[in-house]
């Protein structure tokens, strides 16, 4: 069975630093991956998906993921955080990789505080 | 936009009383979803539909059901509602069109209290 598996629920960092949130995946064949924010009391918004088309997607907002096999990981990062990203990120896993039914499999959340 | 609303927005009801959520949508999109989202654990399927009158269990679908009488709408009961479900309710469609793969849309979500 499909899982993900995200490192750490909670990363704070300062406004102009580097984010990384990390996920892990489980799959024993090429996943379809994805990663989707969420602002409080909101509905998730989606930021990115992997489709194994090329490993380095980017997204919106500024935010990138590379697909590293080899480390079976999905990882979140962004260059220079602003105060507007602080908010809860979630990993996903598409449980039929990407099918019709598409349903997906989500991590635990990694809640992003980011300081001024 | 998906063109996904859910209602009620917000809900507190008591114990052993049923409880309907509905998600409509407005974009003839044949997949719908339910999920619940919970500290601890992200978010868990609940039930999904692939049509009219076509629905399958998830996750965890024990104490729920579901029906799509209209490709529209997608509605979620809770028979008896328990204070396990307290929970925010999340609709979401599967949007197959673009090409690269199929997209998991949103809606803003339901909070549903149980006292």
């Known amino acids: 069975a499909q899982s993900v598996t995200q490192l750490g629920s909670h990363v704070s960092v300062s406004e102009g630093a580097l984010v990384l949130l990390r996920c892990n995946y489980s799959s024993s064949v090429p996943p379809y991956l994805f990663w989707y924010v969420q602002y409080p009391n909101q509905g998730l918004q989606l930021l990115l998906k992997y489709t194994s088309a090329a490993t380095l997607v980017k997204g919106i907002n500024g935010f990138e993921a590379e697909f590293k096999k080899s480390e079976t990981s999905f990882h979140l990062t962004k260059p220079s955080a602003h105060m507007s990203d602080a908010a809860e990120y979630f990993c996903a896993v598409s449980e039929d990789y990407g099918g019709a039914t598409n349903k997906l499999i989500f991590g635990t959340g990694t809640l992003l505080a980011v300081q001024p | 936009d998906a063109g996904i609303t859910q209602s009620p927005r917000h809900k507190v009801t008591e114990t052993g009383t049923p409880v309907t959520l509905r998600c409509h949508q407005t974009e003839n999109h044949r997949y719908m979803y339910w999920y619940r989202q919970d500290p601890g654990h992200g978010l868990r399927l609940i039930h999904y539909?692939?049509?009219?009158?076509?629905?399958d269990k998830g996750e965890v679908s024990d104490g729920y059901s579901v029906s799509r009488s209209k490709t529209e709408d997608f509605l979620l009961t809770l028979e008896s509602a328990t204070s396990s479900q307290t929970s925010v309710y999340f609709c979401a469609i599967s949007d197959l069109r673009g090409g690269t793969g199929n997209t998991i849309y949103f809606g803003e979500g339901s909070w549903l209290t149980v006292v």
């Open positions: 539909s692939y049509g009219v009158k076509d629905t």
